[in-house]
Each structure stands twice: as structure tokens, then as C-alpha cells.
């Protein structure tokens, strides 16, 4: 599969206003919700050696899917819009592992190419089969396959957090966590509530967008999600209330649930089970 992006910059009154168009192309064999992947998966014994990393999530990862993280190779994390993205990852040897594997967050990025995944020891155990734990830790690496799928934060909105390095008033970067569904944001613009004069953000690393042109007063986000085979806006209509402060968490009152297409060799939509 490839994936085309234009990016067209359109002058309207004294906004820039950005148009993303997402063209998917399925040249491959297949489109489906979930490739099935070959790779091997390795771990961390601490969760927090992953929790820093280059998602931008700090120590809030561990909070994540029960510390069930992953760091990835470049190929997964993507320049970042990667980072969020939910797998099921099971290993293959049967006697020491179970069917249904697990499933983990990719909170960091790996650039070994040895391992597709570098897992929590948390979400490494959770492979394995009842009391052979201990073995497949002994193991260190193991044969896996994984999908993606899609995450469930269970009541959870999409949800930003103003970073640290905001300088009030023109310099916001925003955090994006519990991003549901199967799908990539590429596009974040920001405005003041009720107002059409959009801004856009860019990716500064990671899950972290931001802007130098910050608008004043409450704020409303609007977001380009990857979903079916093309690009879906998802409106946040009031984010950022108007005294917003750094550190600050704020629900979007939106969630994401879609799913985007991927083209592969070969489809798994089995339900993996114990
Ligand atoms: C990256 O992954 C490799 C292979 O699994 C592992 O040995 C290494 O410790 C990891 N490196 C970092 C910086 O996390
Ligand atoms: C893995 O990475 C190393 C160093 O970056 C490179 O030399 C090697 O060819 C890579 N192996 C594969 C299978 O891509
Ligand atoms: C999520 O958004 C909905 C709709 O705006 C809202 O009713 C709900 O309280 C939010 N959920 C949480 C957990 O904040």
C-alpha cells in the first residue's frame, strides 16, 4: 500500500488555512482492518524505561492499558504518528505461550531492527502460558506475530494536556492522549470557540502538536484522522477553556472509533483467544 499526501496552503483573508488530502492507494493484494505481522518482541524489566521516550507520554504511560507498553521499530512509531497505536502481540511457541497473547500501546521508539517490539516485562509475561512466565522471560526474545487493533480507553475521551514548553500567549503544544480506534491523526488546527478562523498545528515530536500562533480565549480543536480508506475530520467544539493552564488536562468530548484500512499480504480479523 502507499499513502499520498498533498498538502495545499490556501490564503484566505489573513489566515493560512491547510487542506490535508489523504489519497490511499491499495495497490497490494488485500485491504483489510487488521495485516497479520511476523517479527520477534523483546523486553524491559521496568515499565518506566519506556514511560520517557519518544511519544512524549512521561511517567502518565504507565497509566496506559496496565502498563502494557511497547517500544517500536521506526517502521511502527512513524515520525511519531505512530505513538498511541494499539497491537495484539502473541508469541508463537506453544508451549510456553498462550493464544491470545496481549495487547500493548506503543509509547516509545526502538531503532533496533533485531525486534519489531520491545515490550513492558509486564506485557511480556502476559504472553505467556500459566507458570511459564519465568521461562519466557529466560527466553529474552521471542517469536511473535501481531495486528493492529483498535484501542479502547472504556469511557475515555480524547483528551490533551497543555506541555510544558507552552509560553503563554502565542506558544501552545498540546499532548494528545487516549486517541480510540485505529487511526493516525495527521492534521490538528485550533481555534477560538465559535470562531472560523482556524490555525493549524504541526507535529513537534511524538503525540505533541503545536503552534506559535495560539489564539486567545477558549479554544476548539478540529483533527484529520486516517479512517476507512481516506481521511475524516473529527471536531472538538470546545477544548481549552478560556484560563487553560500549563500542566492541564482537558477532554475533548470526542472520541475517535474508526478504523483505517491497510493493505497486506495477509488479513487476521480472527478474535485471538486464550
Ligand atoms: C532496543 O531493542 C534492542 C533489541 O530488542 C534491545 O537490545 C535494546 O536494549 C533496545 N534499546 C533501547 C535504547 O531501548
Ligand atoms: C539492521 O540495522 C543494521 C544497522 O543499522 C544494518 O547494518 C542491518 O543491515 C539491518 N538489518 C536488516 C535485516 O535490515
Ligand atoms: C466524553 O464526552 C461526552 C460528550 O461530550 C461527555 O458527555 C462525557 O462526559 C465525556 N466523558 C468523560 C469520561 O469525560
Known sequence: MQAVVIKITKEMGSLDVCFL??????????????????????FFSTPSSLSSGACGYGSSATSFYGSHLAAAVPSIYKSGSGCGACFQVRCKDSKVCNKGGTQVIVTDLNKSNETDFVLSG????????????????????????????????????LTVRVEESTQKPNYLALKFLYQGGQTEIVAVDIAQVGS???????????????????????????????????????????????????????????????????????????????
Request: overall charge positive.
Open 21 to 42: 488530502l489523504l489519497l490511499l492507494m491499495i495497490s497490494s493484494t488485500y485491504a483489510c482492518d487488521r495485516c497479520l505481522h511476523q517479527s520477534k518482541a523483546s
Open 122 to 157: 509486564r506485557a511480556f509475561m502476559a504472553m505467556a502460558n500459566k507458570g511459564m512466565g519465568r521461562t519466557l522471560l529466560k527466553l529474552g526474545v521471542a517469536d511473535v506475530e501481531y495486528k493492529r487493533v483498535p484501542c479502547d480507553y472504556k469511557g475515555k475521551n
Open 196 to 274: 472560523s478562523s482556524w490555525t493549524y498545528m504541526t507535529r513537534n515530536y511524538g503525540a505533541v502538536w503545536d503552534t506559535s500562533r495560539a489564539p486567545a480565549g477558549a479554544l476548539q480543536l478540529r483533527v484529520v484522522v486516517t479512517a476507512g480508506y481516506d481521511g475524516k475530520w473529527i471536531w472538538a467544539k470546545s477544548v481549552l477553556p478560556a484560563d487553560w493552564r500549563i500542566g492541564g488536562v482537558y477532554d475533548s468530548g470526542v472520541q475517535i472509533d474508526d478504523i483505517a484500512q491497510e493493505g497486506c499480504g495477509e488479513c487476521d480479523e480472527q478474535n485471538w483467544k486464550l
